[in-house]
């Protein structure tokens, strides 16, 4: 994530924003055992978890977009 916030072009950084997904998308994977081992209620734990697991990964791609598209690179 710092690398994310000294790119010097918008080349690097769309690079290291796609660095950063790639290594946090393995948090769904594990918070998904994790929740499971943990919650009496797994099913409702599940739920949550997929629902904002899925808006942030949606939004972390769409918001940084809509800020580049109205922006800048740099204010994204």
């Given at each position: 994530?710092?690398?994310?916030?000294?790119?010097?072009?918008?080349?690097?950084?769309?690079?290291?924003l796609?660095?950063?997904?790639?290594?946090?998308?393995?948090?769904?994977?594990?918070?998904?055992?994790?929740?499971?081992?943990?919650?009496?209620?797994?099913?409702?734990?599940?739920?949550?978890?997929?629902?904002?697991?899925?808006?942030?990964?949606?939004l972390?791609?769409?918001?940084?977009?809509?800020?580049?598209?109205?922006?800048?690179?740099?204010?994204?």
């Amino acid at each position: 994530m710092i690398m994310v916030g000294v790119p010097d072009s918008p080349f690097a950084m769309g690079f290291w924003l796609g660095v950063t997904g790639l290594f946090a998308s393995i948090y769904h994977p594990v918070g998904i055992s994790w929740l499971s081992r943990v919650f009496i209620h797994t099913g409702t734990a599940l739920e949550i978890n997929c629902a904002f697991g899925a808006l942030g990964a949606s939004l972390g791609t769409i918001l940084p977009g809509i800020t580049l598209n109205n922006f800048s690179w740099r204010a994204a």
